[in-house]
């Protein structure tokens, strides 16, 4: 099978298109054709091996996993004798940065609990876009946000990968949401349902009157105590 192969840290030009093995599932594993891979932040750390601190979990001197890839989706072709919740053919999605990597690639082996079904009225390539992004997004809003119908909530970053999901499901969620993001975006968050837009290039959220009762920071740029200038209390979560 073709994969993207990383042997050593460095820029894009260090990634190699390979002929390797196609791999076998253990008695636990599904086998995945993929169909589409996305990229995000993450691949960019395992590619570069930047900040160094990451190369405790990636390798030390050069990558422990050698084909990146985390967000996948795909047709199950084969599975252990094991794994329950899957068959051959199934379509099926998931995030494997924290089962060894290995998306970008013709086939991956993967263990069950790294997948989902696909829903049908979503494509491959919408499927691969969700996995990571989408559950930071829900993990900040709902385990750590516990956020609920009618809230007043605002989006630091909203117009980004966990942004753009962030806004929606709060959405979902009944909030009124406040999404912060620069000009050229604006009408990315108008699209996706912002309810009100706020253009960190033309204006400071935290030097304003109105505050929330909940704030998702989805970048490094304000400080905590900035944000609690416009936080009714007791709700902060920081993604980053
Ligand atoms: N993507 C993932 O799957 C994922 C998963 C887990 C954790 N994370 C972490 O979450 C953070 C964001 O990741 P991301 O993928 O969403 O990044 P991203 O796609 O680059 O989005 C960054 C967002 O921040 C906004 N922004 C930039 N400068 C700003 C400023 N000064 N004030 C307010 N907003 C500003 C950008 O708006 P403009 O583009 O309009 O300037 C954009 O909406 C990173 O720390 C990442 O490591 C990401």
């Known amino acids: 099978m073709k994969a993207i192969v990383c042997d050593k840290y460095g820029s894009p030009d260090v990634l190699e298109l390979k002929e390797i093995n196609k791999p076998l599932p253990t008695e ?5 054709r993929v169909y589409a891979a996305s990229l995000n932040y993450g691949n960019l750390v ?10 405790f979990a990636f390798g030390l001197t050069k990558p422990k996993y050698s084909i990146p890839g985390g967000d996948i989706a795909g047709i199950v ?3 252990g004798k094991n794994v329950k919740l899957f068959k051959a053919g199934d379509e ?3 995030d494997l940065s924290g089962c060894g990597w290995g998306g970008f690639a013709e086939y991956v082996t993967v263990p069950e609990y790294a997948l989902a079904l696909k829903p049908t009225n979503i494509s491959f390539e919408e499927a691969a876009a969700t996995p990571m992004a989408g559950v930071t997004a829900l993990q900040g809003l709902l385990c750590k946000g516990k956020i609920i119908s009618g809230q007043k909530v605002l989006i630091n970053g909203a ?3 966990v942004g753009t999901f962030t806004v929606q499901i709060a959405k979902s969620f009944g909030a009124e949401v406040t999404g912060v ?7 990315i968050l108008l699209s996706i349902g912002a309810d009100h837009i706020i253009d960190y290039t033309k204006e400071d959220f935290t030097q304003d009157e109105k505050c929330y009762d909940l ?3 989805v970048n490094g740029s304000n ?5 609690k200038r416009v936080l009714n209390p007791f709700q902060l979560i920081n993604v980053y």
């Open 159 to 161: 117009s980004g990968g």
């Open 92 to 94: 099926v999605f998931g």
């Open 181 to 187: 993001c620069s000009t050229r975006n604006l009408e």
């Open 215 to 217: 704030i998702l920071g």
């Open 77 to 79: 072709e084969a599975v």
């Open 46 to 55: 395992l590619l570069k091996g930047k900040p160094f601190v990451a190369r």
């Open 28 to 32: 636990n594993q599904v086998l995945v």
């Open 223 to 227: 400080s905590i105590s900035a944000y």
